[in-house]
């Protein structure tokens, strides 16, 4: 995104669960949802739409099962490559 700020995802007609990573520019992770569930209709929004409680300014997206794998903490720290 191009600012931080507190933003949603929304897994509507996902077909598997996803770990969930917000953080800042500098790499720091802010908030962390572990094994996020989908919906596949829109009456379900309210129990698919997730949200960070702390700015960020991205956020990434991985099957289930990658923050336990990778040994991601609110500690850890992402380092950007190339966007």
Known sequence: YDKPDLYSLWLLNIQ?????IWFDGAGNIVYIKQDAAPCMNTLDAAQCTYKNTIPARYVLAATTGFINYHNIT????IKLVSI
Request: charged residues 35%; aromatic residues 12%; proline residues 0%.
């Open 16 to 20: 598997f669960n996803l770990d969930l």
């Open 74 to 77: 609110i500690d850890s720290k």
